[in-house]
Nanobody, 125 residues
């Protein structure tokens, strides 16, 4: 059974940066996505990365500010978040998609099979 554990959340001022980490235990070679959920809102896709890092997708709301990467040898996926805004405040989740091809990722909640418990990011002055 795959387990995902997020870390790196916290309180940051607008314009600041955070790096989230997703530690994977079990089979490593799935596409991974980052999602977030703000209070009272639906969970939304932020970014995904294919198993071989050949395909990366971003939501328009974070493109140019966030960067996803992975290190399969370390079983880690990262989300570098720069130029953070108030509206980035949310619980951030990583998730694994076991159905996508080796070089594909689909940024959709419905595609994900395994989820972490999330890490809270608060952007506030």
């Amino acid at each position: 059974q795959l387990q995902l554990v997020e870390s790196g959340g916290g309180l940051v001022q607008p314009g600041g940066s955070l790096r989230l980490s997703c530690a994977i235990s079990g089979f490593t070679y799935y596409a991974i996505g980052w999602f977030r959920q703000a209070p009272g809102k639906a969970r939304e896709g932020i970014s995904c990365i294919s198993t071989n890092s050949g395909q990366i997708n971003y939501a328009s709301s974070v493109r140019g500010r966030f960067a996803i990467s992975r290190d399969n040898a370390k079983k880690m996926v990262y989300l570098q978040m720069d130029s953070l805004k108030y509206e980035d405040t949310a619980v951030y989740f990583c998730a694994a998609d076991r159905h996508s091809l080796f070089n594909r990722c689909v940024l959709s909640v419905l595609n994900m099979d395994f989820w972490g418990n999330g890490t809270l990011v608060t952007v506030s002055s």
